[in-house]
Antibody
Framework: EVQLVASGGDLVQPGRSLRLSCTGSGFFFGDFGLSWFRQAPGKGPEWLGF??????????EYAAPVEGRFTFSRDDSKSIAYLQMNSLKTEDTAVYYC??????????????????WGEGTTVTVSS | IQLTQSPSSLSASVGDRVSFTCRASQGISSYVAWYQQKPGKAPKLLIY???TLHDEVPSRFSGSGMGTDFTLTISSLQPEDFATYYC?????????FGGGTKVEIK
């Protein structure tokens, strides 16, 4: 069974750091790009960015609210991706999800859609 | 790119045909996905390319649209379909979602 599981969520104080993990199973982890999303209570999902597969240079892109504070990385030998979160703010409180990104050719363009979402992990930033 | 979903909620009965819409603030071709989310669970992909059903998604779900206006239809609502549905645009970063449509039992 194809599966992703996010872990590492915790209660942290503003300004502190936290690292989340995303562990994959049931597929060849290194072949896929991965995205991160979060969802604050009562809100829709919010895109945080992605890390592409090694084939594509492990390229990363970040959403504006987290650029410079969050860093994506991956260790394909362990089938794990990481989200390093620094300088955390109260507004970072959310459930965090990782996704498997499937490359798709449509309408003359290649794009990615998120075909597998992992179980989320909860991050609470509060003093 | 902003996505506006309507209605924000609807009440329906098992067996009903329901449709809800997603409007984009600019043209996004057919680069739209639809997700179903139940409380405490991760979103689940239903449709991509605006109308392509993802693996093992029941055929009572269908999507349509191109450009700025998109529709998700459930032809015969089942008990397990009561959930919140989100559209997502995959046309350009930052990827964005609509505000969701919550389908409740009448």
């Amino acid at each position: 069974e194809v599966q992703l599981v996010a872990s590492g969520g915790d209660l942290v104080q503003p300004g502190r750091s936290l690292r989340l993990s995303c562990t994959g199973s049931g597929f060849f982890f290194g072949d896929f790009g991965l995205s991160w999303f979060r969802q604050a209570p009562g809100k829709g999902p919010e895109w945080l960015g992605f890390i592409r597969a090694k084939t594509y240079g492990e390229t990363t892109e970040y959403a504006a609210p987290v650029e410079g504070r969050f860093t994506f990385s991956r260790d394909d030998s362990k089938s794990i991706a990481y989200l390093q979160m620094n300088s955390l703010k109260t507004e970072d409180t959310a459930v965090y999800y990782c996704t498997r990104d499937r490359q798709h050719h449509f309408g003359g363009l290649y794009y990615y859609y998120m075909d597998v979402w992992g179980e989320g992990t909860t991050v609470t930033v509060s003093s | 790119i902003q996505l506006t979903q309507s209605p924000s909620s609807l009440s329906a009965s098992v067996g009903d045909r329901v449709s809800f819409t997603c409007r984009a603030s600019q043209g996004i071709s057919s680069y739209v996905a639809w997700y179903q989310q139940k409380p405490g669970k991760a979103p689940k992909l239903l449709i991509y390319d605006a109308s392509t059903l993802h693996d093992e998604v029941p055929s009572r779900f269908s999507g349509s649209g191109m450009g700025t206006d998109f529709t998700l239809t459930i032809s015969s609502l089942q008990p397990e379909d009561f959930a919140t549905y989100y559209c997502q645009q995959l046309y350009a970063n930052p990827l964005t979602f609509g505000g969701g449509t919550k389908v409740e039992i009448k």
